[in-house]
Nanobody, 122 residues
Framework: VQLQASGGGLVQAGGSLRVSCVAS????????MGWFRQAPGKEREFVAA????????RYADSVKGRFAISRDNAKNTVFLQMNSLKPEDTAVYYC????????????????WGQGTLVTVSS
């Protein structure tokens, strides 16, 4: 299984960015997909998740209303659209896949990508 995240970069506060994650080696349309992030010196935290079937989504309170997770099962890809970015959104963003449940807990995800760095300047 491989999860390849991309799309990170440097953006000014208030700007937008979309990160993507392409999955291979798994049956993508039966996996919950999640985005997590880890800022320097901090623990990894949940950002958003989307279910495999109904497209049900959950968001961390800190990003609700600003970020949107979506998926394209035909392309084995999950997206995270990030709007109204803040300096505190600066982190490495990781995508993850979980086969058996819809969850917001990192420990319950089976597969992880390598991460993509998002830097928001003030």
């Amino acid at each position: 299984v491989q999860l390849q995240a991309s799309g990170g970069g440097l953006v000014q506060a208030g700007g937008s960015l979309r990160v993507s994650c392409v999955a291979s080696g798994l049956t993508f349309n039966i996996y919950t997909m999640g985005w997590f992030r880890q800022a320097p010196g901090k623990e990894r935290e949940f950002v958003a998740a989307i279910s495999w079937s109904t497209g049900y989504t959950r968001y961390a309170d800190s990003v609700k209303g600003r970020f949107a997770i979506s998926r394209d099962n035909a392309k084995n890809t999950v997206f995270l659209q990030m709007n109204s970015l803040k300096p505190e959104d600066t982190a490495v963003y990781y995508c993850a896949a979980e086969r058996h449940r819809f969850t917001v807990y990192a420990a319950e995800y089976d597969h992880w990508g390598q991460g993509t760095l998002v830097t928001v300047s003030s």
